[in-house]
């Protein structure tokens, strides 16, 4: 059964009328043809809000062409979806392939908008970009540009006073399309565990 019609809106992490009317457009992102938009760029791609269900849709399997993801079972991804959720913050994209597995659907993509509130700047908000990846066999459609315009554009229509991201230096051209620039500060980190 493919979730993406039949899922009530409870499902998902937001409320994914948000993303309607965001204009990709500065970014050199257009569709030529009239039914196109950056939720449904191409027929049978659709990019949506996470749902609770994408666990059964390989979203975990995305996210470990990225990074280690560890052991992630269907409960603690539930968990973690409605702990999220609840938390109000975080806006979670997936780019869905609705023909996949025979109709099913296949999590092909994914990005990441937190946000921060903040007291400085007359307490404000603060985006952080995480987690962007493409599928390896769905690279090179602009998959990965549209989650990241749609990132963008988002945390500017949610009143963030800036949004910011770490990426390797091989990706800093790509993020500079979006208007990133590298900042003088230098990104420091220590890790606990992998």
Do not use: W
Request: glycine letters at 8%.
């Amino acid at each position: 059964m493919n979730m993406t019609s039949d899922e009530p809106s409870s499902d998902f992490m937001f409320d994914k009328k948000i993303l309607q009317g965001l204009d990709l457009s500065k970014y050199g992102i257009s569709f030529k043809e009239s039914e196109r938009s950056p939720t449904e760029p191409e027929s049978g791609i659709l990019i949506r809000p996470l749902s609770k269900h994408d666990f059964d849709k390989g979203y975990i399997d995305v996210l470990a062409q990225l990074t280690s993801v560890g052991e992630v079972k269907k409960c603690d991804f539930i968990a973690r979806f409605e702990s999220m959720k609840k938390a109000g913050c975080y806006y979670l994209l997936v780019v869905e392939d609705t023909e996949a597995d025979n109709g099913r659907g296949k999590i092909v993509g994914a990005g990441t908008l937190e946000i921060e509130e903040k007291f400085i700047h007359s307490c404000a908000l603060r985006g952080r970009v995480e987690e962007v990846i493409v599928d390896s066999k769905y690279r090179g459609r602009r998959l990965g540009k549209i989650i990241l315009g749609l990132i963008t554009e988002l945390s500017k229509s949610l009143k963030c006073y800036k949004t910011t991201l770490e990426c390797k230096v091989d990706n800093i051209a790509f993020y500079n399309i979006f208007g990133y620039e590298e900042d003088p500060e230098k990104f420091m980190q220590r890790r606990f565990r992998d």
